[in-house]
């Protein structure tokens, strides 16, 4: 699909990830006018750089979300009225993979123990018996994407075990065996460690449920980067309080930001984190890149990167 690009506008709903000011000037090198602009100035423009949908999007020609999930687009509305849509993929890998090191370091190594003493001066040194290293521990990676594949090759160079679980089963570079869905709970029982890293779409939906945590060592630990409604929450709030499972790590969930009533607010061994695994410095940049790149696509009649509808 052609069309004339020549005003792209950076919607202001990008601001809790990072100034839309920023990327409106890092891609002012372009040969289009490139603005941040407000839901009023939509119709205004060709292509829109967003985090959130507008029902304003189905009028113009290309939108490109700074995430990778897609789950808050209309897709086949969008498709319906010949709108492209791009997304972020393969830009987060390193940096929800350094997230997710950080999570199993915490548990490990009782960091998070050590900040919530602090936080009320308690010079409590944990049993002699708590802490452990990496090395030698295995982690399931519920999801071989680019999220998956990041994940893996941090937690690899960590000296951690990784399995994957994806549709097929089919090998993937960065991990030791995979299974596919269908063979999940045999997949996270006795490993140390389950990593969700999956979009939401209808397949994903509560995916995770007792059934797995059933399965789980009760030793183990959680921990979802993914998206929030891949996970039945309740199922793993009762396998938390019933010890089914040791903790978990939650960068995302059901419903966000989390209710303050919500239990895992005062649970020992959880770890909560505002939806903010990619965070970088450079995600304007990463960002931004993809976009430059898809403009001179355009120009050239090529392909778009990252193209989901």
Known sequence: ??????RVGVHESVDPVFPASELSS?????????DVIGDDEIAACDAVVTLEHREAFLEIDWVHSIQAGVDRFPL?????NDVILTNSTGIHDRTVGETVAGYLLAFSRRLH?????????RWDKPAWDDAFTLPGTSACVVGTGALGSGVADVLGALGVSVTGVRRSGDPVPGFEEVYANDDLLEAVADVEFVIVTLPLTDETHHLIDADVFEAMDEGA????????????QDALISALESNSIAGAALDVFETEPLPEESPLWGMDEVIVTPHCAAFTEDYFRDTGDIVRENVDRLESGEAFHNRIV
Do not use: I
């Open 1 to 6: 699909m052609q069309f004339e690009l020549e």
């Open 26 to 34: 890092y891609l002012s090198d372009l040969p289009v006018d490139v």
């Open 76 to 80: 086949d509305a969008l498709g319906a």
């Open 113 to 121: 123990e050590h900040v919530a003493n602090g936080t009320e001066r």
């Open 221 to 232: 630990r959680f921990v979802n980067v993914g998206r929030g409604p891949v996970v039945d």
